[in-house]
């Protein structure tokens, strides 16, 4: 399994500013990925993060929006930058464990709120 | 490209009555199904897949979900809701090619049980 830290757990943001939030895992994992959920749907993947490796990005989200840093195999960031009321999402990290039963465990989420 | 459809917004059962969630998918191949919830301000719960073998898969907190070929569903059920049961639920589906982490979400399902 895997215990997932994602911070901060929420935030109030101004229009234009930019937000890192932390994603730290217990445990060495080769594959993470950050998912948006936007207000009333469903989660969207946004990228997959690998060690060593540029983020690969999903269709419809592009890095300078949302750069995203790997340092290492328990630790990840996604910045949302120049930020607008429509970036106000839960963004949730996740970790993939192929060996395990659930194979893909979630953070707890950031509740962003953009004014 | 695969897709996952739940087409009630919202299910309302009595306590103690049978719950059903459904959820469709379309997917090329085989596919690899998952069932999540998710309660408020917490990140997404596993309770069950369905990768393959039997169609009947037993999950966490009393759920069970049959997978249906023919029909292309992955209803999620439970004999006798609780009230804690109430919360929001997404059926997935990945693609054999892709990664465990690139999972495709249905819309979600709010499911309200009252005492």
């Known amino acids: 399994s895997a215990v997932i830290s994602q911070k901060p757990s929420r935030d109030i943001c101004q229009r234009g500013t930019s937000l890192t939030i932390q994603c730290q895992v217990d445990?060495?994992?080769?594959?993470m990925f950050w998912y948006r959920q936007q207000p009333g749907q469903s989660l969207t993947l946004i990228a997959t993060?690998?060690?060593?490796?540029?983020?690969?990005?999903e269709s419809g989200f592009v890095i300078d929006k949302f750069p995203i840093s790997r340092p290492n195999l328990t630790f990840s960031t996604l910045t949302v930058s120049n930020m607008s009321p429509e970036d106000s999402s839960i963004y949730l990290c996740?970790?993939?464990?192929?060996?395990?039963?659930?194979?893909?465990?979630f953070g707890s989420g950031t509740q962003l709120s953009v004014l | 490209a695969q897709s996952v459809a739940q087409p009630e917004d919202q299910v309302n059962v009595a306590e103690g009555n049978p719950l059903t969630v459904k959820c469709t998918y379309s997917?090329?191949?085989?596919?690899?199904l998952f069932w999540y919830v998710q309660y408020p301000n917490r990140g997404l719960q596993f309770l069950l897949k369905?990768?393959?073998?039997?169609?009947l898969v037993k999950g966490s907190y009393g759920f069970e979900a049959e997978f249906n070929k023919s029909q292309t569903s992955f209803h999620l059920k439970k004999p006798s809701a609780l009230v804690s049961d109430s919360a929001l639920y997404f059926c997935?589906?990945?693609?054999?090619?892709?990664?465990?982490?690139?999972?495709?979400f249905g819309a979600g399902t709010q499911v309200v049980v009252t005492p």
């Open positions: 369905y990768i393959t073998g039997d169609n």
């Open positions: 997935a589906v990945r693609d054999i090619r892709d990664s465990w982490g690139k999972l495709q």
């Open positions: 445990s060495q994992v080769t594959m």
């Open positions: 993060a690998n060690q060593g490796s540029e983020a690969t990005y």
């Open positions: 996740s970790v993939e464990v192929a060996d395990s039963n659930e194979k893909l465990f």
């Open positions: 997917v090329s191949g085989n596919p690899y």
